[in-house]
Structures are given as C-alpha cells and as structure tokens.
T-cell receptor, first 109, second 116 residues
C-alpha cells in the first residue's frame, strides 16, 4: 500500500523555485515525512524531514499542512544539478524507508 | 570513514556463479539496510540489521540471497547461483538506531552487478 502520492515528473526553470508536492493522507501521528533525492547513477541523498512544523536547511524547505495530509518540498533557487528523482517517504517507529516511484524533477536551462 | 563505503563498485559475473557484496557503514550507526534497484526502477528493500537483533529478512527475493553483519560494522550480501534477473545496483544505507527518527539514512554509492 502506497503511503505517499507524488507526480511522476515536473519541470522547473533554472533559478526559479521548485515546489514538489506530496500527498500522505493516511499519515499517523507518530510518522515523520522524509525527502530524499537520487541523482542519476548515485545513491539516494537525504534532504530534509519534519513531523508537523515547517523545516528549513541549507538544501531545501519543507512545508507541511496543518492537517499533515500533504507537504511540499521547496528548492528555492533550482540549478541544473538539482535534476533528480525526489522521493517523499512517510516513516514512523522502527520502520525502514519504503521508496515509491518519486517525482522526476527536470531543471530546464 | 566519513560515509558509507561499498565494494566493489562494479561487478560482472557469469550466470550461476556466487557473488559477495560488501558494505562498510558509518562508524556508530547501528542500523544497516540493503536495497536493490533495477535499471529504471525504484528501490526495493532487501534486509535490515539493527544491533544484535535478528535481521529483518522480509525483503529478500529468494533463498539464493543472504546477508550477514559482524556486530555493528561490516555487512556482506551474498547472492548464490546468480541469474540475469539479479542484475541491478545494490545499495547499502546506515543510520543511527531506528528509534532515532530525527535522523536520516546515509546511502553508499552502490555496487552495480551485471550477470551475463
């Protein structure tokens, strides 16, 4: 059973903000939202995670709706090197990470 | 080391041969995971080690696949009698204990296995 739903692909112009949506309508109270990305031919890379508050780090911002049923990953100034598959994952307790198909983000020059 | 190290980075083997893939996790990370990623596909969970607990083997696709971990350090994934369908990138990740939800996984660069 998929815990998250993401668009298959998205385009974004270089220098603009990339906003990647994720639906997780069945998320439970102790589950965190994690984002990873995988650049071609590399292992997945951790980006950010959050529980209910919005989070920001040097890579991205994570906006979680008040009901926690959806979230948006924001890359504020996308570059060509941000082209990758972005995975939104819901995880709680001792669960491992279950990767769905993710969103293939293509940054256009 | 600073990251998760996997070896070899590439392996070509003949169908029917056994292969061993190695993963060195980040020092102090008690949790270790193996995933498989076939060409153009998502990541499939294979097996998970946490400290001295019995591993979670629920993702292993057949009894030809096995994995071991020595304490909280190196892990080896063994595939016996390899088949062409085993061709994939095998990724290892480590993290602090899973109870530490406030922490992500660190992945290695993977081993690309090609069975010919």
């Amino acid at each position: 059973d998929a815990k998250t739903t993401q668009p298959t692909s998205m385009d974004c112009a270089e220098g603009r903000a990339a906003n990647l949506p994720c639906n997780h309508s069945t998320i439970s109270g102790n589950e965190y939202v994690y984002w990873y990305r995988q650049i071609h031919s590399q292992g997945p890379q951790y980006i950010i995670h959050g529980l209910k508050n919005n989070e920001t780090n040097e890579m991205a911002s994570l906006i979680i709706t008040e009901d926690r049923k959806s979230s948006t990953l924001i890359l504020p100034h996308a570059t060509l090197r941000d082209t990758a598959v972005y995975y939104c994952i819901v995880r709680g307790g001792a669960d491992g990470l279950t990767f769905g198909k993710g969103t293939h983000l293509i940054i256009q020059p | 080391g600073a990251g998760v190290s996997q070896s070899p980075s590439n392996k070509v083997t003949e169908k029917g041969k056994d292969v061993e893939l190695r993963c060195d996790p980040i020092s102090g990370h008690t949790a270790l995971y193996w995933y498989r990623q076939r060409l153009g596909q998502g990541l499939e969970f294979l097996i998970y080690f946490q400290g001295n607990s019995a591993p979670d083997k629920s993702g292993l696709p057949s009894d030809r696949f096995s994995a071991e971990r020595t304490g909280e350090s190196v892990s080896t994934l063994t595939i016996q009698r390899t088949q062409q369908e085993d061709s994939a990138v095998y990724l290892c990740a480590s993290s602090l204990a899973p109870g530490h939800l406030n922490y992500g996984y660190t992945f290695g660069s993977g081993t690309r296995l090609t069975v010919v």
